[in-house]
């Protein structure tokens, strides 16, 4: 399970002034509510797990939908780099037996959030004890054209891998990317967890954005772009 429609779009205004495209590096705290607009999910500035967060939940009757939410930092226009967070992830009380918490990063959103690509994370998966699911813990797409099951059906195993993660805590990932090449790291690791050689989209630019399944309670805290 992992749609990668990005209907659910909550947007993200700041008013301080963001990334220039030569800026050598931009930080986000995500510890206030403060110049955010949501639209199809709910923002809202709380503490968890001892630090201040963003948490994004679904709009009141669409809890258990299967649908996006997004939170696009507005004027963003990202290319190449490193973007690193914090982000916290688990299935919400009453969510379907098959969610898993799934929660990451878009980079490169154009088109009114109908192209980007994401990595993200399925946190329960990683400590299961069926192997299978626990190589499907992180995974790489694209939309609209490369969603998760297409690119698992085509291409097994090479877009997706195991990583260990625990459900709830915070999780640091920095991504990697340059051209049509990016990496995924976890939580400080010296090698990636996924590789991959060949983003759908080519190589481009475009706006990042926090995304999470509606499914799941996502926190996310501590951005920054180099």
Not at 28 to 49: C, H, M, N, Q, W
Request: net charge neutral; with cysteine; glycine share 8%.
């Amino acid at each position: 399970m992992r749609p990668h429609s990005f209907a659910l779009l909550v947007a993200l205004s700041m008013t301080t002034t963001l990334f220039a495209r030569d800026a050598k590096q931009s930080s986000f705290p995500l510890d206030s509510a403060k110049g955010l607009t949501a639209i199809g999910a709910t923002v809202e500035p709380v503490t968890y797990r001892g630090r201040r967060a963003v948490h994004l939940v679904p709009l009141t009757g669409h809890e258990h939908e299967d649908g996006d939410m997004l939170a696009i930092l507005t004027g963003s226009d990202f290319e190449n780099g490193t973007i690193e967070l914090e982000v916290a992830g688990t299935p919400r009380a009453g969510a379907p037996d098959d969610a898993r918490g799934f929660i990451g990063l878009a980079f490169r959103v154009q088109d009114q959030a109908h192209k980007g690509e994401y990595f993200y994370l399925r946190p329960t998966n990683a400590r299961c004890d069926d192997q299978l699911r626990r190589n499907h813990s992180t995974q790489y797409s694209s939309a609209p054209d490369y969603p998760w099951h297409r690119l698992r059906k085509e291409n097994p195993g090479v877009y997706e891998s195991y990583v260990d993660l625990e459900p709830g805590a915070w999780t640091k990932m920095k991504i990697v990317i340059s051209g049509a090449k990016a990496q995924l790291y976890v939580n400080g690791a010296s090698q990636p967890s996924l590789v991959v050689n060949d983003l759908k989209l080519g190589d481009g630019n475009g706006q990042i954005a926090l995304w999470a399944h509606s499914t799941t309670d996502a926190y996310f805290s501590n951005l920054t772009l180099k």
